[in-house]
């Protein structure tokens, strides 16, 4: 990617006056979550003045005078990809999640160049060094620093630890890492370059909510395949995230409820439920709410317009249009027909 790729922000579509925001403006932000009003942001510091800025937002430590960093970040569903191209640098350990108001994993997948994490005190703690094509799953609340002793390129993906596509992460080691031997590691860092480089502002909602579903799928497995077993706890959660993927690709089977998923599982019904027992939802409850987030994409999407209940019934799962009607109406308060005309006027 150019420098002159790098040097605008991408806003959403129909926003007018829109120009490209300064370079201070820029700096201001933190480097890992779009501007706000953007569904792409992408940002450049360099020199002093702008180190002083990075530095205020994310703790670093570089050569002031040839500080560089190019930032390019979009933001799917509460998922940020960030494509980065930096020179030598060191972001100082934190615990508080680079910034971020939730804890925040991160999985880090290195482009080109060569990446170290370090946790504790040097000479007594862990170090991991990546290079090109290897990745790392880190805590961002274990106080992990990152250091490139030469330019670098990386992907980066931050997800909010309660996101349901970690299953129920729990603390463990504070970084875990995957070699270039790593399909999905490879695969994941593709996909999110690919979505970087694409017009995203002119994804309509539903195909931006078919994208995040594919995004977090992989992440999913991604996880999965760095993750340290641990036992039984270990188990459950990768269980749990494997039910998760289903259901995500499979709502729209009207048949798809506990039953039907403990049975493709090879499981009782009762040790499926007992997988999801102390989380925020239940197996049912994950599979109602996902159906009503794609119907209400749909509603508000004009291409659907056109298009009956009954085939959103078809297309996301609920069968009927009574139990659409039903459903959008307990989760929103409004009827399909009252959002549909919302939509429509909203893009009028």
């Known amino acids: 990617m150019t420098v002159t790729e790098m040097d605008r922000t991408v806003r959403p579509s129909g926003a007018t006056n829109a120009r490209p925001k300064t370079l201070h403006q820029a700096s201001a932000n933190n480097p890992f979550e779009p501007d706000p009003g953007t569904i792409v942001s992408v940002r450049e510091w360099r020199g002093e003045e702008d180190f002083a800025l990075f530095n205020n937002s994310v703790p670093t430590t570089a050569r002031e005078n040839t500080f560089h960093v190019q930032a390019r970040t979009a933001r799917f569903g509460s998922i940020d990809i960030s494509y980065l191209v930096h020179g030598p640098l060191r972001l100082e350990p934190t615990t508080e999640s680079w910034g971020r108001k939730e804890r925040t ?3 880090l997948v290195v482009l080109d160049g060569e990446v170290a994490l370090s946790h504790g005190e040097p000479g007594h703690g862990e170090t991991m060094t990546l290079r ?13 620093s990152y250091t490139a002793n030469a330019p670098a390129r990386v992907v980066i993906i931050d997800i909010p630890a309660e996101h349901e596509v970690l ?44 994208v995040t579903d594919s995004l977090e799928s992989l992440i999913s497995g991604t996880v999965a395949t760095l993750s340290v077993p641990s036992g039984n706890d270990w188990n459950r959660r990768s269980q749990r995230m494997h039910v998760i993927r289903y259901i995500a690709t499979h709502y729209a089977d009207p048949q798809l409820g506990p039953t039907t998923l403990a049975a493709h599982l090879g499981m009782s019904k009762r040790s499926l439920q007992r997988l999801f027992e102390g989380e925020k939802q239940s197996v049912s409850q994950l599979i109602q709410n996902k159906r009503v987030d794609q119907v209400l994409l749909r509603l508000r999407d004009p291409r659907y317009s056109a298009t009956s209940l009954d085939e959103l019934a078809v297309l996301t799962g609920f069968g009927s249009a009574l139990a659409l009607r039903r459903a959008v109406q307990a989760a929103t308060g409004q009827t399909p027909s009252a959002l549909r005309a919302e939509a429509l006027a909203s893009h009028a």
């Open 167 to 210: 299953g129920g992460l729990a603390d463990a080691a504070p970084f875990e890492g995957g070699g270039s031997e790593s399909a999905l590691l490879s695969a994941l860092a593709a996909f999110a370059l690919d979505l970087l480089r694409q017009d995203v502002a002119s994804l309509t909602h539903a195909v931006r909510a078919q």
């Open 105 to 107: 994993l991160r999985l």
């Open 132 to 144: 090109r094509r290897e990745g790392a799953l880190v805590l961002g609340w274990s106080g992990v």
